[in-house]
């Protein structure tokens, strides 16, 4: 069934002040990083999507290809390749996807696949270039791991390229622990897991600013 999530950032008189948005794991944003900003929304992505997302996916990991060597060639599933064939595969396999629109535009979208063994995974995070350091993938990978929560997963695992060190450091201030290195025989790199506990509460500190993405402090009940 799909959903739709509002989040209208209504920021006090005097900023200055620490907003909570509706998600359940508790984030906060500080007003002056929401300055500015009108209106976020999640939605569930449907079949008259495919394009949209495929867009996204493929133009937000272009830029890893190109700092990796990644072709089509050496890596065709990597998701700068991606096709709406591969996200109407996904879902009919049970991703769910979430489409995240700043004032009706969509700036970047998640897949969660939910296992009966209680570990969820966080597939494809992608956020378009021109919209990162404005905290949208840390309210993607929040939601993800919300929705997962609400259907009773018991920790998130995501897989990133080992050599990622940026993109490993980034899923750690958000709670994610690594686990095992893990090799492929279809992946010229080898893949980090890493796995988020959803008893965690994840808030966005104080120094974040429009400029850069806000520090989260991870707070184990």
Request: charged share 20%.
């Amino acid at each position: 069934m799909e959903r739709s999530f509002q989040y209208a950032f209504c920021l006090p008189p005097g900023g200055g002040r620490a907003l909570t948005l509706g998600l359940g794991l508790g984030e906060t944003y500080p007003s002056s990083f929401l300055a500015g900003v009108a209106a976020m929304r999640f939605r569930g992505a449907t079949a008259t999507d495919l394009i949209l997302v495929a867009g996204l996916i493929s133009q937000a990991h272009r830029d890893v290809a190109l700092a990796f060597g990644l072709t089509a060639e050496n890596c065709p599933r990597h998701p700068s390749f991606c096709t709406p064939a591969w996200v109407e595969r996904g879902m009919a396999c049970g991703e769910t996807y979430f489409i995240l629109e700043r004032d009706s535009v969509a700036v970047g979208c998640v897949a969660c696949r939910l296992a009966e063994t209680g570990v969820a995974a966080l597939n494809r995070l992608s956020v378009l270039e021109s919209e990162r350091r404005r905290g949208h993938g840390g309210l993607l990978v929040a939601h993800c791991l919300d929705h997962a929560k609400a259907a009773g997963a018991r920790s998130v695992r995501i897989g990133v390229i080992e050599r990622h060190v940026a993109l490993r450091d980034w899923y750690r201030q958000r709670g994610f622990e690594e686990g095992p290195i893990e090799r492929f025989p279809h992946l010229p790199f080898a893949v980090q897991s890493m796995f988020h506990r959803l008893g965690a509460t994840v808030v966005i500190g104080e120094k974040g600013g429009p400029a850069q993405e806000p520090p989260f402090v991870v707070r184990r009940p």
